[in-house]
């Protein structure tokens, strides 16, 4: 997203923060990082239709698992597109959420068997004394030489406080291999670093990721979202 600028009562407000959205030919994914380091995001599917799109999201940083849909106008521009939402703000007044984008060129030509949009099932966490099992929430996509994930996930045992994350980079995939960078992410940590990822199909709908350090070994799996 290069501008965001809310509209009320004649004047401009500019909205600070980075945002990403992908798309695949029927999901839709967005994030983005405030500037206080706080996440927020949406994912589900998209209708284009003409001048305008409507937007079923199914789980949201906000509302989680709560439908929403959403209908607003949408057109394409030089650098990319530019998207217009109008509602009534909390007081009651109507408002212009405009938001301008910029493609990004292709980072791999052709699609990979990751191409699409992917739900997390289950994560197993192996180290020398146990084996652990769990199911974290997050959504992936992968999408010309692109990829994103956003996940919300409890921060200690008590499962009673949760945190919102993502990141989102390029990705290259050959044979099992799966390589990921992130250019923008919410663990600052991690942006930049190269992550080695084997890969295992089960089908072409369901995937497992492993990914190993000196202690643990994390496997992901996921299925397709259709």
Same mark, same amino acid.
């Given at each position: 997203?290069?501008?965001? #600028? @809310? /509209?009320? =009562?004649?004047?401009?407000?500019?909205?600070?923060? +980075?945002?990403? %959205?992908?798309? !695949?030919?029927?999901?839709?994914?967005?994030?983005?990082?405030?500037?206080?380091?706080?996440?927020?995001?949406?994912?589900?599917?998209? #209708? @284009? /239709?003409? =001048?305008?799109?409507?937007?079923?999201?199914?789980? +949201?940083?906000? %509302?989680?698992? !709560?439908?929403?849909?959403?209908?607003?106008?949408?057109?394409?521009?030089?650098?990319?597109?530019?998207?217009?939402?109008?509602?009534?703000?909390?007081?009651?007044?109507?408002?212009?959420?405009?938001?301008?984008? +910029?493609?990004?060129?292709?980072?791999?030509?052709?699609?990979?068997?990751?191409?699409?949009?992917?739900?997390?099932?289950?994560?197993?966490?192996?180290?020398?004394?146990?084996?652990?099992?769990?199911?974290?929430?997050?959504?992936?996509?992968?999408?010309?030489?692109?990829?994103?994930?956003?996940?919300?996930?409890?921060?200690?045992?008590?499962?009673?406080?949760?945190?919102?994350?993502?990141?989102?980079?390029?990705?290259?995939?050959?044979?099992?291999?799966?390589?990921?960078?992130?250019?923008?992410?919410?663990?600052?940590?991690?942006?930049?670093?190269?992550?080695?990822?084997?890969?295992?199909?089960?089908?072409?709908?369901?995937?497992?990721?492993?990914?190993?350090?000196?202690?643990?070994?994390?496997?992901?799996?996921?299925?397709?979202?259709?």
């Amino acid at each position: 997203m290069d501008k965001q #600028v @809310l /509209k009320t =009562d004649g004047k401009d407000s500019a909205m600070n923060g +980075s945002q990403v %959205k992908m798309y !695949t030919p029927t999901h839709f994914l967005w994030a983005n990082l405030g500037a206080d380091s706080t996440v927020n995001f949406s994912f589900g599917s998209y #209708v @284009l /239709k003409g =001048d305008s799109i409507t937007r079923t999201s199914i789980y +949201s940083s906000i %509302k989680l698992d !709560t439908t929403n849909v959403l209908t607003y106008s949408f057109k394409t521009t030089e650098k990319g597109y530019s998207q217009i939402v109008s509602y009534k703000n909390a007081a009651g007044k109507e408002s212009q959420m405009i938001e301008d984008y +910029s493609t990004l060129s292709t980072n791999m030509p052709g699609s990979s068997d990751l191409e699409g949009a992917w739900k997390q099932v289950n994560t197993t966490v192996i180290d020398k004394k146990d084996t652990l099992n769990f199911t974290n929430i997050q959504y992936k996509v992968f999408q010309n030489g692109y990829f994103m994930f956003v996940r919300r996930y409890a921060t200690d045992s008590t499962q009673k406080t949760f945190k919102c994350g993502f990141g989102t980079g390029k990705y290259t995939y050959n044979n099992g291999n799966l390589e990921e960078v992130s250019d923008l992410t919410s663990s600052q940590k991690y942006k930049g670093v190269k992550f080695k990822i084997a890969v295992k199909f089960n089908g072409k709908d369901e995937y497992s990721q492993s990914i190993s350090d000196s202690i643990k070994t994390y496997i992901e799996t996921y299925s397709r979202v259709k």
